[in-house]
């Protein structure tokens, strides 16, 4: 397991480049944490790095957004579903077995549809503004 320590939010963008670093032959990565823990904000930092342009924001209500950058990315939020038959009707098996990255919030949600070879990025809340990244699967 990596751990990675996030003391302020100035130290995110460089947890995420450590994040990619370590994990670069992969593709999928569920981001675990409490509601606020940071998932969405990480995520942003990370698509910054992969030459992202456009705003990444939280697809709550959405579900997915679709990222242009060096690569293709898909951000999904899973926090409204409620079965996996409904991760099946927005097509999850297809981003997954896409070979793009997927950055998925929830992914507790649907733990049974993760590629075994998915890194598993669980956000521990430690302080008011500091995380540990507790890192599996790279």
């Keep these: 397991m990596l751990e990675i320590p996030i003391q302020n939010p100035e130290e995110i963008p460089v947890a995420a480049s450590t994040l990619l670093t370590h994990c670069s032959s992969k593709r999928v990565f569920a981001f675990l944490g409490e ?36 690569d293709l990315v898909y951000h999904l939020d899973l926090y409204r579903l409620n079965t996996l038959e409904e991760a099946l009707a927005i097509g999850i098996e297809e981003y997954l077995a896409s070979g793009n990255y997927c950055f998925i919030e929830w992914a507790e949600r649907i733990t049974s549809l993760l590629p075994q070879d998915a890194v598993i990025v669980h956000i521990e809340v430690t302080g008011e503004n500091s995380r540990i990244l507790k890192i599996n699967g790279c």
């Design 35 to 70: 509601m606020g823990s940071g998932k969405t904000t990480l995520i942003k930092s990370i698509c910054q790095l992969l030459g992202v342009k456009e705003k990444a924001l939280s697809p709550s209500f959405a579900l997915v957004h679709e990222y242009h950058g060096d």
